[in-house]
């Protein structure tokens, strides 16, 4: 018998029993939706916080602080010397300071006296997202930054006191337009307020545009400003001279190191694989090192752990349809005993018969696993939506998606449910075989 001709009589069978091959198809449809969206929404939740961390920081970086004491308990200094030194280990691809500092800006009426001055490498500028304006130049005369988009926030007026928190309104600064008066030493400007010295010198900057975004939104560069490392050292040493730098450590003679020390330090792996390592070696050393692929690892384990939780959950449903395909089947083969002695007597051989049935469960468990895809799919939308407004968005990195349905995903859902109807009917395909062909031509 050729495989058209038992494509041809399953199908035609299925269909003389509509309403019984429908009842068994639905319960494949509920068992396959079932596991698709149980397992969809572990990987929304394992997907939203992999796309948090990419937000807050990269999966190939390494965070190092400006604290430690090596193995004899000596001070650690984060400095250019230390920076070679990672640079230095394998797998590392770049490393990246980042110097604080922390300044006074004037403007008109508006005070903010405690804005962060953020000093980068030229790579990490070029990553920040421009709203308005454009990124400081290096070459510039004098020091160029770029805003953070909720900066203004922290500006008041400096005759009442108030600023946004107080009044909702934001402090009307022109940071593109003009310049800002600002004052480096902190402690001296305190200092002459309270009557007790002169007053810091003031120095005239100017702002080369706003980081992208609004009041209220919040991203990695949205506060202080941002600068070229190298611009805001060079202003540092014009304002300081050969006085100690606040924030910067000093030796035991109290004077100044010769080179800058940075408050962190970004050091990025080739691959991901190789962040541990890197990890490891820099704390061998003393510093204090973090990276997201420890808080991800231990995320990703649970993640796991749930999705198999919520897949057994859904796994029962398809194991309960298929019973109904087992019990559809051995039914339909006490229906059809007649049929069957028929195709032996006229020689139709074992494998046939057997692949006949197969064939039927397998038609079953495909077109039940077709329907619960596209019922899971519907099925994840509205989740997602009632995620979205009942959440506010806060899952998925706002986007509300809580249930994520990979391709991959889909397909393994539908060959599982192929797979469950060939098992399901693998055993009254095999009854169908021993039927003796005189005694089911002889049945009623």
Not at 137 to 152: R, Y
Not at 244 to 265: A, D, H, L, R, S
Not at 266 to 280: C, G, H, K, P
Request: with cysteine; net charge negative.
């Amino acid at each position: 018998m050729r495989f058209s001709d038992l494509v041809r009589m399953s199908t035609g069978n299925l269909w003389r029993r509509k309403l019984r091959t429908l009842l068994t198809v639905l319960g494949v449809v509920i068992g396959t939706a079932s596991i698709i969206v149980m397992v969809s929404i572990g990987i929304g939740q394992n997907r939203s916080l992999m796309q948090a961390i990419e937000e807050s920081g990269s999966l190939m970086m390494i965070q190092v602080w400006n604290y430690g004491r090596g193995s004899s308990g000596e001070e650690l200094l984060l400095n250019d010397s230390m920076l070679e030194e990672f640079k230095k280990m394998d797998h590392v691809e770049r490393v990246a300071p980042r110097l604080n500092f922390n300044v006074i800006m004037k403007q008109g009426p508006y005070i903010s006296e405690y804005v962060n001055v953020y000093g980068v490498d030229q790579e990490t500028l070029d990553k920040i997202p421009v709203g308005e304006g454009r990124l400081p130049d290096k070459d510039a005369d004098s020091l160029e930054f770029i805003v953070g988009n909720v900066t203004p926030r922290e500006f008041s007026n400096e005759k009442t006191g108030k600023g946004y928190w107080d009044t909702g309104e934001v402090p009307e600064v022109d940071f593109i337009n003009q310049p800002l008066f600002t004052i480096f030493d902190r402690n001296a400007y305190w200092n002459s307020q309270n009557g007790e010295g002169e007053p810091p010198k003031k120095y005239l900057l100017q702002a080369s545009g706003m980081v992208e975004g609004d009041i209220e939104t919040w991203g990695e560069y949205s506060y202080g400003v941002y600068c070229h490392i190298d611009s805001l050292k060079a202003m540092l040493q014009k304002v300081f001279r050969n006085k100690p730098i606040p924030g910067q450590p000093t030796q035991k003679n109290g004077k100044p190191y010769k080179e800058f020390c940075y408050e962190e330090v970004q050091v990025y792996a080739d691959e991901m694989e190789n962040v541990m390592d890197i990890l490891e070696k820099i704390q061998e050393i003393g510093f204090q090192a973090y990276s997201n692929v420890e808080y991800v690892q231990d995320m990703q384990k649970q993640s796991q752990t749930t999705q198999l939780v919520l897949g057994g959950i859904g796994a029962v449903s398809l194991f309960v349809a298929a019973i109904g395909i087992a019990n559809t089947m051995m039914m339909s083969i006490y229906e059809r005993t007649k049929e069957i002695g028929v195709l032996k007597v006229l020689g139709c051989a074992m494998g046939n018969i057997r692949t006949l049935f197969l064939m039927e469960a397998a038609f079953i468990g495909f077109i039940g696993g077709i329907v619960g895809i596209m019922l899971s799919y519907g099925l994840s939308v509205v989740i997602n939506n009632v995620a979205s407004k009942s959440m506010g968005g806060m899952y998925g990195g706002g986007n509300g998606s809580i249930s994520y349905i990979p391709p991959w995903l889909a397909l393994a859902a539908l060959g599982f449910a192929v797979m469950i109807g060939i098992v399901s009917g693998f055993l009254p395909a095999l009854r169908a075989m021993k039927l003796s062909p005189l005694a089911a031509i002889r049945n009623e």
